[in-house]
């Protein structure tokens, strides 16, 4: 069955450099990945979805990337701020299912 | 912008009780989910539901659970006889598309459950 795997150690990322976060899954390539952002007592929220034809897909500061060769998912949030302090989840969908990793914790110091 | 809401946002109930979780999806949106995340863990998949049926719905998701769709606007989540294990966030979510479609999932800001 599809697995992903997401860093689980927390990124420690100083203000203004760019974080970088991976998604990594483990069979068949996904027709869409999506990365959404949870707060501590909140609901996930979406953020950008990437179909498998797209290589790279922006919005504002984020960047996701998709490869398929290497199964893998990079999610860049260039400028970064205090703000974005936040756990990072990807999910992909498999048989009509959303799959979803355990989630990266980023961490943006001043 | 339309959002999913969840009442109640906290619930403290007795070991052995029942409990009704609810939640308003957005109004054009005609797919539901439960999720639960026990704290510090991973946001797990219960249950999908359209057309006022049971798409999908997964291990967790046992005898004990139920959803129901009352009316045209509120979607619940029923735990009979709850476990100290029950203890997690309950997020409800909808969607224009089906499960694993190309929109996204729109989340409520859950109900945190503690069974005492």
């Known amino acids: 069955s599809q697995k992903i795997e997401q860093n689980s150690e927390a990124l420690n990322i100083q203000e203004g450099k760019t974080a970088t976060l991976t998604c990594n899954y483990t069979?068949?390539?996904?027709?869409?990945l999506q990365w959404y952002r949870q707060d501590p007592g909140r609901g996930p929220v979406f953020l950008l979805l990437?179909?498998?034809n797209e290589k790279e897909k922006r919005k504002e500061r984020l960047k996701v990337t998709f490869d398929t060769t290497l199964k893998q998912s990079l999610f860049h949030i260039t400028a970064s701020q205090p703000a974005d302090s936040a756990t990072y989840l990807c999910?992909?969908?498999?048989?009509?299912?959303?799959?979803w990793g355990a989630g990266t914790k980023l961490i943006i110091k001043p | 912008e339309p959002e999913v809401t969840q009442t109640p946002s906290h619930q403290v109930t007795q070991m052995g009780q029942e409990v009704i979780l609810r939640c308003v999806p957005i109004?054009?949106?005609?797919?539901f989910y439960w999720y639960r995340q026990i704290l510090g863990q991973k946001v797990e998949f219960l249950v999908s539901?359209?057309?006022?049926?049971?798409?999908?719905k997964s291990e967790i998701f046992d005898d004990q659970f139920s959803v129901e769709r009352p009316d045209g606007s509120n979607f619940t989540l029923k735990i009979r006889s709850t476990k100290l294990e029950d203890s997690a966030m309950y997020f409800c979510?909808?969607?224009?598309?089906?499960?694993?479609?190309?929109?996204?999932?729109?989340f409520g800001n859950g109900t945190r459950l503690t069974v005492t």
């Open positions: 999910a992909l969908n498999s048989n009509y299912q959303l799959i």
């Open positions: 069979n068949y390539s996904p027709a869409y």
């Open positions: 990437i179909r498998e």
């Open positions: 109004s054009n949106h005609l797919y």
């Open positions: 539901f359209y057309n006022n049926e049971i798409s999908e």
């Open positions: 979510a909808s969607s224009e598309t089906p499960p694993g479609g190309d929109s996204p999932l729109h």
